[in-house]
């Protein structure tokens, strides 16, 4: 059976990697093409019909010019057309770069505008945004599930083309094999200056994963793969190609069962799970986490916020099946790169994020001076190295510079998390050394939250505050401002025209006046302090 592992790559000294990401969907099509490849919404997608989507898209692609290091833009969530319009961008060597379509027109305008993909393939929700001034900045190729969704202003497009009448491509057309420093995706994160940032992941770190990915969670033909996060969050990327590549089958979470899936995950039977913990506090909270409630489960994979041990045993004994682990891995360093297998046993409250792997490196660094390394105990901010970081941040020289500078003639990458290395040698997690903080696996630059405060407030005294905490995890941010004149409810209105929703804070005070410390900056902690007080 083809797949990733017997595709043609090459690498080593003085050669190349070549890779596709959609190989393993091209060979699985061939050798088994009538296998459930994709469930999406009750609709079982062949991989052979996924793969014949996938080539119909990239013929389209092909046809108005696009070649290797375009890239484009798949303005979808989990939709049949949002995992053929990602494979047919890789099928021709192009990068993709994953949109929500529950982001705001002026973050989906900034994205376009940074950016500036060379097509834009949406589905039904994403064809919705392409509005007016979204397809000004826009690309001129944008490909649709059907015209009459978008209305006349997508048919008054020159190179606008609807899924019946893609290019269609024979079953002999193999997807363009891309050297290892090429661009596989981009995907936005928070930016501090209220403007997102794009982080360029390439082939060759992809690659690098799901090399470590296949050992640690081989799967075969009936595994089901739970599809739980948005194609704009990289658990995504392990989800999909890791059940391609063995020929199992991507169950895709509905919309509506997204925050308590424990029937979903009965009802299909899943076998692979991978999401944010919080998903474990929520099913906690509606009873849906009972002993042998998911006896199907084999790996339960958990990353993108602090773990706690207590969840981690509700789940365990939930899925007494499963291996369970807990993993660590900003965007920068593709999916994860750090692994800690789950023990009930430990005695830790928060369990560790455990020790890098694969060729990857991690270490402790001073906050205020990177070139000096720390030792065993230590606090400092956690730096990673090896082949999974990525190649920097689009267009954005000076922030790649400082965020993936030369060290000791190694390049490493410096995550902003606060983190100490114990007596094993394994590393633990302590939150954020600076404003970034990750609200239900969503990470957030708190900066970025007041930019967009200032612009609705009419003022520059404004401050935000990841709160309530807890074990670690903030699961809610509020934001403060200086003046009168606007209810609480009317500035998050505004807000959420301008930024996603999971950015928005639950709460927007008016005070007076904002405490500064020492050095004239705002002092978070006593606004915490304050919230910690009136909720006392």
Known sequence: MGSLRDSPLTEGKGRRLNFNLALSVYRQGLDIPDWPALLVDERTVSYAELAQLARNVAGTLRSAGL??????????????????????????????????????????????????????????????????????????????????????????????????????????????????????????????????????????????????????????????????????????????????????????VPAAQMMAPAKFIKEYAITAWFSVPSIISIMKRVKALRPRSFPSLRYSLFCGEPLPLRAARAWQEAAPNSTLDNLYGPTEATVACLLEPVSVKSECEIVPIGYPFGDMEAAIVSPTSAETFLSRGERGELALAGPQLAAGYYRAPELTSKRFPLIRGKRWYLTGDLAYQDRQGRFHHLGRIDNQVKINGFRIELEEVEAHLRAVCGTDLVAAVAWPLAQGSASGIVGFYVGKGLTSRELRDALVRRIPTYMVPNRVLAIDSLPLNANGKVDRNSLVAQLDSRKA
């Open 67 to 252: 070649r290797n290091g375009a890239c484009v833009a798949i303005l979808a969530s989990r939709s049949v057309a949002a995992y053929a319009g990602l494979l047919g961008a890789c099928w021709i060597g192009a990068s993709y770069m994953p949109i929500s379509p529950a982001v705001p027109e002026e973050r989906l305008v900034n994205i376009l505008e940074i950016a500036k993909p060379a097509a834009i393939v949406a589905d039904s929700t994403g064809t919705q945004l392409l509005t007016e001034r979204v397809l000004k900045v826009g690309p001129d190729l944008v490909l649709v599930p059907d015209e009459s969704n978008a209305g006349l202003r997508i048919n008054q497009r020159k190179y606008t083309r609807s899924f019946s009448a893609f290019e269609f491509v024979g079953p002999s057309d193999e997807p363009a094999l891309v050297r290892g420093e090429e661009i596989a995706y981009l995907m936005f994160t928070s930016g501090s200056t209220g403007v997102p940032k794009a982080v360029m992941v390439s082939a060759g770190s992809v690659h690098h994963y799901l090399l470590f990915a296949r050992q640690r969670y081989p799967l075969n033909l009936d595994d089901r793969v739970a599809a739980h996060t948005d194609l704009s969050f990289d658990l995504a990327v392990h989800d999909m190609f890791l059940a391609w590549s063995f020929g199992a089958c991507l169950y895709v």
